[in-house]
């Protein structure tokens, strides 16, 4: 298959979708924190950035509202006492 046949194929094909403009959107957010990142006083510090982050954009993903989200699991995460229960708070 020459590289013409894979771009028709690529054309005809109508569940690919020809931009990545829905990555870039997702990224976003990273590539704009990346500069205040650099300025992490310790690593323990980028590490607690970095956890926060996660859970945020997570619950992002998941159609939670983050503010509300967060709220909920650091209400409840003082009272969890096993694996099982902190994993039932992630998004």
């Known amino acids: 298959m020459n590289q ?5 194929s690529y054309c005809d094909d109508d569940r690919l ?5 829905l990555a870039e959107n997702a990224i976003r957010p990273f ?4 500069k205040a990142w650099l300025f992490a006083d310790t ?14 954009e997570t619950a992002k993903e998941n159609g939670l509202e983050p503010y509300q989200y967060l709220r909920e699991v650091l209400a409840k995460l003082p009272y969890a006492e096993t694996i099982e229960e902190i994993e039932t708070l992630l998004p």
């Open 4 to 8: 013409w046949t894979k771009l028709i």
């Open 17 to 21: 979708n020809i931009s990545n403009a």
């Open 31 to 34: 590539v704009i924190g990346r």
């Open 43 to 56: 690593p323990n510090g980028a590490k607690a950035s970095a956890i926060h982050y996660s859970l945020i």
